[in-house]
């Protein structure tokens, strides 16, 4: 993120960052001890680096349950992560499993009115298609997809950055950033945001590429639209993983 982009956060998310940062910092220890005691009251908010693979705030069996109650949640609102979450929660996205670690992915924050200015690269992406296919896009269409990055307070794209490797295919690369998605989306929850990952006919376009500096051969993998549910997050119905799954031995 530039300084431009730094400075474009909206006043009432720093003015709440301040507080949730002075907070955390004093309630750190006594969260993860609640976390330990009750895990589902406590399941919307991990203190992330105090997560360790020999000592953990909770059972492997509570950790599962909590990864399991993951929700997406459409329209999002203040507060967002402020700059510090956001990049302790890249930090997390940056250990997918990466082949010869190439770190193909990249990650560009949009907030603030910069919302706006994307909302107008998807509008210019969406007349072009249109006029491909010999379609013109009505009032209502061109208003609603003006409006797209309005449903979070911060969207986080996520750029798969294609590199030459004799050893790593392309589509190795593609599924080491939709591991990097999945960190970051659990990483937010674990701070207490709720998320819902986007994408759709038009992220790949090519006003939208230009829009975020991405070249012809690289890719919009994911929009991550991000803040806090007004709603909450609702129980996940169990998933019947029987059809999903083959044993051999």
Known sequence: ????????????????????????????QAENSQIKSNPEKNSEKISIKALT???????????????????????????APTQAQIEEAIECAATAPDHKK?????????????RHDLGRALVEAAEAKATEEGEILSEKTVK????????????????????????VP?????????????????????QGFSTVW???????????KAYFGVSADDYVTAFVYTGTSPKGEHPRKPIDIEPLVRFES
Not at 63 to 74: A, D, E, Q, T
């Open 53 to 79: 693979t020999e000592s953990t705030p909770f059972t492997s069996d509570e950790l599962i349950h909590w990864i399991n109650s993951r929700r997406s949640v459409g329209n999002l609102d203040i507060p």
């Open 102 to 114: 190439l770190r193909p992915w990249r990650f560009i924050v949009t907030a603030g009115d910069a």
């Open 198 to 208: 986007r994408t759709g006919l038009l992220c790949n376009e090519p006003a939208v």
């Open 144 to 167: 609603k997809t003006q409006t797209m990055p309005l449903r979070a307070p911060l969207i986080i794209t996520v750029v798969t950055q294609m590199q030459e490797h004799k050893k």
């Open 1 to 28: 993120m530039n300084k431009s982009d730094e400075n474009n956060f909206t006043k009432e998310n720093q003015a709440k960052d301040s507080q949730v940062q002075s907070g955390q910092e004093q309630d750190s």
């Open 170 to 190: 392309h589509f190795e690369q593609m599924l080491s950033t939709g591991a990097a998605v999945q960190n970051l989306i659990l990483a937010l929850k674990a």
